[in-house]
């Protein structure tokens, strides 16, 4: 196999192409948006660079790799990389799976009574603002045309719930007090 060049040239006038060799502007909608979730993915990068308990860390790989399927999917107007790509699938059973990882984490801390401020350990900080940066995902998804599959925004919605619940767990697990607004 040959290497791929990282440079192709083609994106020099100010296009991109989108699954299916639509050229669009790289300030399209759907460029947006899935440009926000190559920066949420990397944010959670910064977050496993850190010396994260394993379960966090796993968690993280494996919603770092369910980014790159949304954001496949979001580069795929016409729905069709779904059904030769498995892996470029973002499913209901995801959102299942986000949901039960908020619940067992949940256990671990005290319950919420009032709004909490971002901060804590390095590792928390940052997974708060990589939850605001889930929030403008969602944000950018919802506005675009033709709306994307409903499993998507579910997907993000929940995502940004686990990620502040990540937050509260790291802080907890490192004695990190939270800062009640």
């Not at 190559?38 to 993280?60: H, K, M, T, Y």
């Not at 949901?99 to 401020?117: A, K, V």
């Not at 990589?130 to 409903?150: F, G, K, W, Y």
Request: proline share 4%; net charge negative; aromatic share 4%.
């Amino acid at each position: 196999m040959d290497p791929v060049k990282i440079y192709t040239r083609t994106g020099d006038t100010g296009e991109t192409s989108l699954y299916g060799a639509i050229r669009v502007s790289k300030s399209d909608s759907r460029v947006e948006a899935y440009g926000d979730v190559d920066e949420l993915n990397a944010w959670l990068g910064l977050v496993r660079s850190s010396d994260l308990d394993p379960d966090i860390d796993g968690a993280l790989l494996r919603i770092q790799r369910d980014l790159f399927a949304l954001g496949a999917q979001l580069a795929d107007p016409g729905e069709n990389l779904a059904s030769r790509v498995a892996k470029a699938v973002i499913a209901e059973d995801d959102v299942t799976r986000l949901e039960q990882l908020i619940d067992l984490l949940e256990t671990e801390l005290p319950p919420l009574r009032h709004f909490i401020l971002a901060g804590g350990s390095p590792e928390g900080a940052t997974l708060h603002l990589a939850r605001t940066v889930c929030r403008r995902v969602e944000r950018h998804v919802v506005s675009l045309q033709p709306a994307v599959d409903a499993v998507l925004l579910r997907y993000i919605n929940r995502l940004s719930d686990l990620l502040f619940v990540m937050a509260r767990v790291v802080n907890h697990r490192s004695a990190e007090p939270e800062t009640e607004w």
